[in-house]
């Protein structure tokens, strides 16, 4: 079946930092992948989208990568801030208009 | 413009009744979703809506739950004979659609449901 995995430890990171998040899956084959950010009793927001015929996007101080062979996509803040404390999702979409999402991994960044 | 809109915030039952949460997505999107999420889980998809399509059900664990969505708008999740283990935050995100930049999903605040 398919399967997403997020490291569901939190990730502590003092302020100024880059912090990697890793988003693995397995028996699927997404067509696009997107990162949410979810902060404590808010709904998920949307951060970025990357198609499976890209290696790499950027904004801002985010960038995300998406390796279809090695079936993983890393996301990554750079100069991390304490404001980037909350939670991240990933989401797999594949010939369906229905994603499913990780579980997400809670970043701590540490003034 | 507005963003999505759900209601109650809150929902407090007891174990058997009905329950009914709201969910207005923004004005022009044709695809909407429901989704719950339980303390420490992942989303897990309850029910997908796409303009005057059929719905995708699929995700919904019972026959207990159904949902509406009238005029290609508003929709309305019902939970029949509530049970403790109903009890999470139900979230609606709407989409533009397949005409449009489908894969981008924004997200309501969710309706906390509890259920005793």
Sequence with gaps: ?111 | GAGVSQSPSNKVTEKGKDVELRCDPISGHTALYWYRQSLGQGLEFLIYFQGNSAPDKSGLPSDRFSAERTGGSVSTLTIQRTQQEDSAVYLCASSLGPEGHQETQYFGPGTRLLVL
């Design chain 1, 1 to 111: 079946s398919q399967k997403i995995e997020q490291n569901s430890e939190a990730l502590n990171i003092q302020e100024g930092k880059t912090a990697t998040l890793t988003c693995n899956y397995t028996n699927y084959s997404p067509a696009y992948l997107q990162w949410y950010r979810q902060d404590p009793g808010r709904g998920p927001v949307f951060l970025l989208l990357i198609r499976e015929n890209e290696k790499e996007k950027r904004k801002e101080r985010l960038k995300v990568t998406f390796d279809t062979t090695l079936k993983q996509s890393l996301f990554h803040i750079t100069a991390s801030q304490p404001a980037d404390s909350a939670t991240y999702l990933c989401a797999l979409s594949g010939g369906s208009y229905i994603p499913t999402f990780g579980r997400g991994t809670s970043l701590i960044v540490h003034p």
